[in-house]
């Protein structure tokens, strides 16, 4: 039952990264544009060009802000890799042994010896 849980939540975490995608690779683009415009902004000598940089960044911080909602598709990716790591660490419902028990050869062998008579 836990593994379904988990398996609903990947799928509605994957849905919701699907619908965010265009949105998260636009932000994406637009901060990698503000840092580029950053530093153009802090090689620029001239006040005309300064002012010219501050615009452009105008323009592109505008961008980003307006998919800002894209986070959302983010926090689903995070999601997904948690219910990823959770699913290959979940341990399978079985009756814990002790460690000297299951590493006892004769006891191994005892199971193996009843296992082939009664097949």
Do not use: C, H, R
């Amino acid at each position: 039952m836990k593994k379904f849980l988990l398996f609903l939540a990947a799928l509605v975490a994957l849905i919701v990264v699907l619908a965010n995608l265009g949105p998260m690779i636009l932000l994406g683009v637009s901060v990698w544009l503000l840092y580029v415009v950053f530093k153009q902004f802090m090689k620029s000598d001239s006040t005309g060009g300064k002012v010219g940089w501050v615009i452009a960044g105008l323009i592109v911080l505008s961008v980003a802000v307006s998919n800002i909602y894209a986070v959302i598709g983010l926090a689903a990716a995070y999601a997904i890799y948690l219910i990823a790591k959770n699913w290959t660490s979940s341990k399978e419902d079985s009756v814990s042994k002790p460690a000297n028990e299951a590493n006892d050869p004769f006891t191994n062998f005892e199971k193996q010896w009843s296992e082939l008579k009664n097949s």
